[in-house]
């Protein structure tokens, strides 16, 4: 049978959880899918010694300050679930947990959301499915000839996993900084840090904040029509949380540039020389995940979906939150993300509430 109702969030994880927050204070029907059997997103998968880049005060969603833990200057992960999982309630959030959306579809005038759970017809969707189901591995030679253990950062749980073995990590971002530093911190493991460009921390007196200090000033930047400041590209890749500076600051942080190809016993260098190894742990991002829209039609020629601030431009019923940047300057980050979800979401009840949404 198929229900109905205003608006259907696809993704029940921080974006969700706004988007939903701003849709109850606009006093709209909706109803957030979430694939994930419990509250939290993507930070109930996150390996177990991740902390923020950034304190409780400027990691939180709209409405509800972030607590403090106790002793922590940045919150852990299971810091962050349990702020969501008291989010979700106290705002009192549908949230269906355990619906996976498959498709999304157009349906004389409205958008039908099938689910495993069910089928919805709804006059908007929000999707914010996030980027966590979707990790990216790049084209190296030789992937399928190494017969070690190869690994995602969503794969990545802790060192005790790796204890006397040789492990390479890829990628000179954050979560490649810090899984190299949470692994050489621990000492079980020989560990090499491989970066495809020399490593740029940002200054240790700086988090963060900082980071969202920039993408404040390119959304004031845009939104006054002015030119683009750009993003936070220019002030380093990686911020130096305690985990990170410690390792580096010990001499622990080994860093090599990328390798040419895997080999049947580990990897060659573009020098010739080779090293043994007995696992990669691939910090190399993740694509959004999308592909519930698929039915929909709107990739562009680069294989995003073109939007004009959240919404999609070839789809007007279909808004996006999260991501990256190009749903809003830094969405894709806990305190960041309110802003873009209220604006979703009132352009949505603009548009319901003049019938401009159906049939455009
Ligand atoms: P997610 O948390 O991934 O939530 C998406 C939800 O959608 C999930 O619950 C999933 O089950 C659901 N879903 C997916 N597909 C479907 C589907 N087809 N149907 C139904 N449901 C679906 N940000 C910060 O502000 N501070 C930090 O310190 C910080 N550190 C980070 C560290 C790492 C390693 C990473 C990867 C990111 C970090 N971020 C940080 C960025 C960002 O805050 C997180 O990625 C965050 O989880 C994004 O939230 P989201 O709601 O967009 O996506």
Redesign the pocket.
Known sequence: MTQHTDVVV???????LAAGYHLRRQGLDFVV????AAPG???QH?WDS?H???PADH?SLPGRLMPAQPGETYPDAGHVVDYLTDYEKRYDLPVQHG????AVRRDAGHLLVE?DTGTWRAKAVIS??????RPFLPAVPGRSVFPGRQLH?VNYRSPADFAGQRVLVVGGG??GAQIAADLALDGQADVTWVTQRPTRFLADDID?RALFDVATARRRALDAGRTDTGGVASLGDIVAVPAVRAARDAGLLHVKPMFARLTATGVRWSDGSQSDADAIVWCTG?RP?LS?LAPLNLRGSRGGIPTDGTRAVGEPRLHL???GDWTGPAS????R?GRPAGDAVRHIAGQLSTGRILGA
């Open positions: 696809v993704g029940g994880g921080q974006a969700g899918l979430d694939a994930d997103g993507s930070w996150m991740l923020l880049f950034s990691s619906a996976r959306v498959d689910a914010v499915t996030g980027t966590w189901s950062t954050k979560s963060g993740f995940a519930h939150l999260g991501y894709a980050t806990l305190i993300v």
